[in-house]
């Protein structure tokens, strides 16, 4: 029945996230990027990426909607006691997916706009919004920071999350103050306010605990063994069964930070480039991006840069290992690239009035790729 008293608001919220994705399938259908399609080469491809990445982000904003509503909703402590976290829940991922998705549309058109700098307000916001809201969080099995000692102890949870929402304010801010940083310093901002929101709320929580039993270490014993005696004599399996809900419910919170956390440091340090040479065309192939395929013919220009191309990443990905999609500087405007971050002669490809910089792992994969450039062309 609770459902039906979400309806509207969950027929709205899904329908506002999901409005990035129909944009861009409206304007891939309708042939929208018919103007850079018709460039051909480095142009078409990002314009298509650029799409397809809106339309992903979309998707899987939608996809934790349904998710965050569903787990939130089945919780009867939250329908009674949490109004303000389920309204936050309803209404982050549509914020998220607009936000996110209006970015990368502006670069489509030809905007000029930093998409790191964007993802990093919307986060900084995220954190600093979530922050308020968990004070105001009543002690349940699904939101908020759902640990052992939160979960048995009323006094631990509401002390836990009064701490928690300032760090997490504290990590909101050092997220945007990191969007103003440049290059890798910047980037490193986030996974470090989210191991800092993370963490250091689950050490407060498990110091808090021992600080109480400290105190009431001689009472606790006698009236613990005294109360527990006297429960498992009214119904003996219902002491173990409510511990056993406890650590179920906090091995789950557990495996679901740790995997965040994991995949946090996957994304960070992984990734690879590999260039694939044909008879007529070379092809870029990435992990974590889209691949891009040029024709020697196409090419206007080849050049070997000993010591690098400057810019920054207005759209793309970018980690401790690799930087990819659109950039800018001041000697190019904008300008696509795939390049490792720690090789630094690069290669810059002129192609249709575009700018592709790319290179090797190192110094003597990038020499072998531009020796077998000069050669296609040649031929």
Not at 236 to 260: C, E, F, N, Q, W
Request: one cysteine or more; aromatic letters at 12%.
């Amino acid at each position: 029945m609770h459902w039906e008293r979400y309806k509207w608001q969950i027929i709205l919220s899904s329908g506002l996230v999901f409005l990035p994705a129909a944009a861009g399938l409206c304007l891939l259908v309708a042939g929208a990027g018919s103007a850079s399609s018709e460039v051909g080469g480095i142009a078409s491809s990002i314009a298509g990426g650029r799409l397809k990445a809106m339309i992903v982000t979309s998707l899987f904003c939608l996809l934790n909607h349904f998710l965050a509503v569903w787990l939130t909703l089945r919780d009867p402590k939250n329908r009674e006691r949490n109004q303000q976290m389920i309204s936050f829940i309803f209404w982050i991922c549509p914020i998220i997916s607009i936000l996110s998705c209006g970015t990368m549309y502006r670069i489509y058109t030809g905007a000029r706009a930093d998409q790191s700098m964007g993802m990093f307000v919307c986060i900084g916001l995220m954190f600093i919004v979530f922050g308020n809201y968990l004070p105001k969080t009543g002690q349940n099995h699904t939101v908020g920071i759902r640990v052992p000692w939160t979960l048995a102890d009323e006094e631990n949870w509401n002390a836990t999350h009064r701490f928690g929402g300032r760090v997490w304010v504290a990590g909101g801010f050092l997220t945007m103050i990191g969007s103003f940083l440049p290059g890798s310093l910047g980037h490193g901002i986030v996974p470090a306010a989210l191991l800092m929101v993370a963490l250091v709320p689950i050490l407060y929580s498990y110091l808090y605990d021992r600080k109480q039993r400290k105190q009431r270490k001689l009472s606790e014993t006698q009236i613990s063994q005294s109360a527990q005696t006297d429960l498992k004599q009214l119904d003996p399996g219902r002491t173990d069964a409510g511990t056993k809900s406890i650590y179920i419910t906090s091995a789950v919170s557990v495996g679901i930070l740790a995997a965040i956390l994991i995949g946090t440091a996957v994304l960070m340090f992984t990734g690879n480039i590999r260039i694939d040479f044909a008879d007529d065309a070379f092809t870029i192939k990435a992990l974590y991006w889209d691949d891009l395929t040029v024709a020697y013919d196409e090419i206007d220009s080849l050049e070997l840069r000993e010591y690098g191309v400057p810019g920054y990443r207005s759209f793309g990905f970018g980690n401790a290992r690799l930087g990819m999609g659109t950039f800018e500087n001041d000697e190019f405007g904008s300008y696509t690239r795939y390049t490792y971050a720690g090789s630094r002669p690069c290669l810059v490809i002129e192609s249709g009035g575009e700018t592709l910089v790319l290179n090797g792992k190192n110094e003597a994969e990038t020499l072998a790729i531009y020796e077998r450039l000069k050669t296609e062309i040649s031929n």
